[in-house]
């Protein structure tokens, strides 16, 4: 069994929609680990239908499709396969599904009772339909993306399974056999390296001419720094996540709903920011690569954010929709405009009992004697300003 669309086969794609920067349809059949997993997003404005033609090494006899359907938080929920036949395309199967994504089956050699070893359990199954002889000899697929709600249209992922057809002389099938066979190693094994060579590779290509040695794709679009968390937005830009919650914040200030910096468009549901993953491996990789050189000891770096459900809490309660003239809705945090009555705080003594023997400070400032901070440490929070605090930040206060 060989997979056509393996990079060693020379496939070809050509899509008939602009995508967003990065994620272009020749992700789906490039050799670069790190550019596959982008996967194709078709740029916003965009809305099915959107082509995909394929073009294989040689005529294939199509046992199975596997296609995954999601890209982040995007998916598409409709897709169509059609084939060749003569001078035209053919439709030979169409999937509606929810799931993230979907599997077509050679109508002739499998059943629900009789699926193919190691496929993904989430998808959906579904079987091609028996138009002449289109799917036992084809060279030219289309993956049509016929429906995507109120996503952006995208693909993940896409393997055509199945042998060299009938047709094809013997020459021809010993040529992709062998082709197939000598790159058909465990991926597992490679994947670190080929992430660590790219990276490598990326970093002498775009650091020569830089001062700081840092990659210009490394860096914020806005600031021109390092990124931590690097966050694509709609526009195709890509900005560190603080950055972000910099401009968001800037935007509340003025009533402005969130939206793109370089654009103007405000985010919705299906445009909006979204973690560039790949971008962040290679940021990683470079800094680990790095991390004995100097000039990078002071460089942001971060393996995600943690926010304690209690300030969550704490937040919403000073949260405001506002409805604007336009019948827009804001949201506003009112939360450093309220005014909180604190119990008033003696200095040099606890502020539940007033003992002064043995005493602690709270990062919030707020003084406790070892027997109330026995009592509160049950929930880890101050019983004057409710924040919470770690034993660790607790110190002792000397008189």
């Keep these: 069994m060989i997979n056509f669309l393996h990079p060693i086969l020379n496939p070809k794609v050509i899509c008939d929609k602009s995508a967003l ?5 020749k992700n789906l059949i490039s050799k670069s680990y790190i550019e596959k997993a982008n996967g194709f997003l078709a740029y916003t ?3 099915p239908p959107i ?6 090494i040689c005529p294939v006899d199509i046992h199975y499709i596997i296609i995954k359907s999601t890209v982040g938080n995007h998916r598409s929920t409709g897709l169509e396969i059609l084939a060749k036949c003569s001078e035209s395309f053919v439709s030979i199967g169409k999937s509606f599904h ?4 979907v599997v077509f089956l050679s109508n002739g050699r499998y059943t629900k009772d009789k699926l193919p070893p190691s496929l993904p359990q989430n998808y959906h199954i579904c079987f091609l339909r028996r138009v002449g002889n289109v799917s036992h000899n084809t060279k030219n697929i289309k993956i049509r993306i016929i ?3 109120k996503f952006v249209p995208c693909l993940g992922s896409i393997e055509v399974w199945g042998q060299v057809a009938r047709s094809c002389a013997e020459v021809t099938k010993n040529t992709v056999e062998t082709l197939y066979n000598r790159h058909n190693t465990d991926s597992s094994s490679l994947l670190l390296p080929l992430i660590e060579n790219e990276a490598n590779e990326k970093c002498k290509d775009t650091a020569s001419g830089n001062h700081d040695g840092i990659p210009e794709d490394f860096k914020d679009n806005l600031t021109y720094e390092l990124m931590s ?3 694509t937005l709609p526009s195709g830009k890509t900005i560190d996540q603080s950055t972000l919650d910099k401009h968001i914040s800037s935007e509340k200030q003025f009533g402005r709903k969130p939206g793109d910096p370089f654009t103007g468009l405000k985010f919705t549901a299906t445009s909006k920011p979204i973690l560039n993953v790949a971008l962040k491996c290679r940021i990683d990789m470079f800094l680990l690569k790095n991390s004995s050189v100097p000039e990078y000891f002071n460089k942001p770096r971060t393996v995600g954010r943690k926010q304690s459900a209690s300030s969550d809490n704490c937040c919403d309660n000073y949260v405001k929709k506002i409805k604007l003239d336009d019948g827009d809705e804001i949201t506003i945090d009112t939360f450093k405009l309220k005014l909180k009555q604190f119990k008033e705080v003696k200095t040099k003594c606890c502020v539940e009992c007033e003992s002064s023997e043995v005493l602690f400070v709270l990062p919030c400032k707020h003084i406790y004697c070892r027997k109330c901070l026995n009592g509160i440490c049950v929930y880890l929070k101050c ?17």
């Design 21 to 25: 920067g990065g994620y272009e349809a």
């Design 45 to 47: 404005t965009f809305k």
């Design 51 to 56: 082509d995909l033609d394929f073009e294989l």
């Design 98 to 101: 929810d799931e993230d994504g």
């Design 147 to 149: 429906r995507s709600g």
């Design 229 to 231: 968390v690097p966050m």
């Design 383 to 399: 019983k004057c300003c409710s924040k919470s605090f770690s034993r660790s930040n607790v110190e002792r206060l000397h008189l």
